[in-house]
């Protein structure tokens, strides 16, 4: 029997965590909050272990069948000593030894990443980007994180400092992101932004406004209340994904450019959209593309789900050395 | 004795050529009017190759001693095939079988390669990128090309479509650029740009335009005519630099994000204005950086001269198997 292997995805609110066959099959997923280990630095591991030996458990895997357990983080993650800094919404695990930690605890190898690469791994290895070489990956969440998987290998550049793909500027002069930039990806098409984008327009009493109003009946304008409400028919909120999905079409012109990538995975909450993002996404990069019948402009949405740094932190433990 | 190395940087208008020995040291350079060598296509090659026997000939060398030959050409070329295609610049060089040809002739290993691509790998080898591993290159010509060395390696997307980093847009409203995109770093820091800029500032009669189309004195408003005009105290011609340099800047700030480079080079005619360019550049992309204390900036001019994509070619072919 191949290895089994386990995979997180440690967030802000929430833990996701994914056990898989030796072929990469999920046979068991979990979802805990994040807040339910504590905050204090002493309890944080041990709570994390117990669920997790829960987990295994359950089906009947001793530790022994482990073959790597792999952690998504946000924030910068430093692969070699197993530690966690600059986090914003994870303070209090910075510092603290989870590599070692668990590796002594799991006896078996740990391996530690950025939440994004480890999304854009797992869609490579066995997601929407399977069998490419080149892949561009770009997760649109609260924020925009990118993910770079560059002649078959995960790309961070120096310190790990690189594939900040949301803060690629579309519009020198446009909106000011909260990194000090203008006119970042992230500032257009993040769901914080498209809120609130949305809230403005509302205010401002922009065409459209009432009956996007009726169909919020009250709810603030996430990503999901907007898309219900241009699945409902409120002109507003198709038009306010269309100008999210533009400024998508701006960056991946220019990703186009800079990488010719073989596929450009789109993952994040906001994928959930479909086509109310990616179509005018698509005919915004076509327009700006050198030559759009040459290059390629291949634009996939994730295919696992929720779970893709789960799944791409346990695969990334696989190919470690024990 | 090791073996010496060819390279040619063929472009538009002039050739280029670097003899190099095996330490990669410029034993003889030569330089060639593109048009000396005819258009009809059953001339070009044995001219080049009459040219290129007369160059190892006073250097006393034989076809024997020779480790490789490099040729770096505008637009793309299949490495495969040995061919060049789509080079709006060099038509009649399109389709001929260089690179087997001179592979014949020579009876040693021929490496055809993009310009920038060339040229990037010349500096990371022997030049500003020296010693690096993740590297961004730069090359403000007439256009603005890119070279991306990732990972020790020339990076090229798919079917060598990718660093067009020229393409990248700063401004989506902004400037139209000849590729079919708005507000492409080429439309603000290429030379063609930049000259055009000028041109219109005179016409609109700009603040300082009288002095600066004095110091032109009738000459067209060249980059180095208008270096030239800088150094004579003309503040019109500053600005327009310092203009450039900013959308440089906004364009290394997206570099740095993306690639988190050890170090970007900018090389091509442009990069002799040194300071006029750099500073404005450097402030600009300082300003956009997410965490200027943190993130590396390491930006250096070309070390290679006009030399660099004939060196880089001559290095190229020395890696080729014989």
Redesign the interface.
Known sequence: MSRRLLGLDVGGTGIKAALLDGEGRVLRRARWATAELGIARESILPALESRLLGMLAREAITVGDLGGLGLACPGLVDADTGRLHDAPNLRHWEGLDIGPWLADRFRCPVALDNDVNALAYGEWRLGAGRGTR?MVCLALGTGVG?GLI??G?I???????????G????????RRCA?????CLEAYAGAWALSATARRALARRAPGHRALARLLAGQPPTPAALSRAAAGGSALARELWAEAGC?LG?AL??LV??????RIVIAGGLSRAGRLLMEPACQEAR????NPD???LDLRRRALGDDGAAIGAALQAGEERP
Do not use: T
């Open positions: 080149d990118g560059l002649d290998k790309y961070r550049g120096w310190r790990g400092l690189g594939a900040e793909l803060h690629l500027s579309i519009d020198r002069h446009g990194c000090g930039n203008r006119g400024a701006v012109a220019g450019n800079i990488f010719a990538p073989e327009r700006r593309l050198m040459v290059q390629r």
